[in-house]
């Protein structure tokens, strides 16, 4: 089983829509827990940090389920500009070689 | 700040050749890391470091080699070029060990081995 597991998509959705990419882990440990933003061809940027208790920012909601082991972002409203891989991250807590990447899901956001 | 900074953006090699990609940070950041990403697969990491003068593998370091002298630069290099090494490379930085703090990357290189 791989260590994080994200659908690859893509997700074609409308201007508005709302969408949510779900994430899996495999290792019980992990302590901490992020999602990427990498727009095409460029560097990945953290877009927030998933708390247990589910966290917002803005129009993105980030939830955590530890017994699941499950990671999930929603996007309300999508733009345009939303258009980008969406990369769940995890913090294995191994020092060093601590973040694992998920292969990323691909949003296309059309007018 | 400039952040992290790589260079080059591009680079094309022959099988065989030997370079350096370079990579600096400005923001006093002990953590330093090399990743590759391919297509279809999530970013690996190469090699890191903990701060100046040490360094460890990571998940694929093998035909990779790093150093850290100073706080600032981490260099990576490819000691015999491979087809297999194309890639694009990615440098990233952070504040504390093993990513318990935001991972700041650079633009990227990206690598073609003929």
């Known amino acids: 089983r791989k260590e994080v597991e994200q659908d690859p998509g893509p997700f074609n959705v409308p201007e508005g829509a709302t969408v949510a990419f779900n994430c899996t882990y495999s290792n019980s440990a992990s302590q901490s827990f992020f999602w990427y933003r990498q727009d095409c061809r460029k560097e990945p940027k953290l877009l927030m940090s998933?708390?247990?208790s589910g966290n917002e920012d803005g129009r993105f909601t980030a939830q955590l389920n530890r017994a699941s082991q499950y990671i999930s972002l929603l996007i309300r409203d999508s733009k345009l500009s939303d258009s980008a891989t969406y990369l769940c991250?995890?913090?294995?807590?191994?020092?060093?070689?601590?973040?694992?990447f998920g292969k990323g899901t691909t949003l296309s956001v059309s007018s | 700040n400039a952040g992290v900074t790589q260079t080059p953006k591009f680079q094309v090699l022959k099988t065989g050749q030997s370079m350096t990609l370079q990579c600096a940070q400005d923001?006093?950041?002990?953590?330093m890391s090399w990743y590759r990403q391919d297509p279809g697969m999530g970013l690996r990491l190469i090699h890191y470091?903990?701060?100046?003068?040490?360094?460890d593998q990571g998940e694929v370091p093998n035909g990779y080699n790093v150093s850290r002298s100073t706080t600032e630069d981490f260099p990576l290099r490819l000691l015999s070029a491979a087809p297999s090494q194309t890639s694009v490379y990615f440098c990233a930085s952070s504040k504390k060990t093993g990513g318990t703090d935001t991972q700041y990357f650079g633009p990227g290189t990206r690598l073609t081995v003929l």
């Open positions: 998933v708390y247990s």
């Open positions: 470091s903990v701060g100046a003068g040490i360094t």
């Open positions: 991250v995890v913090n294995t807590g191994q020092a060093g070689t601590a973040l694992i």
């Open positions: 923001m006093n950041h002990e953590y």
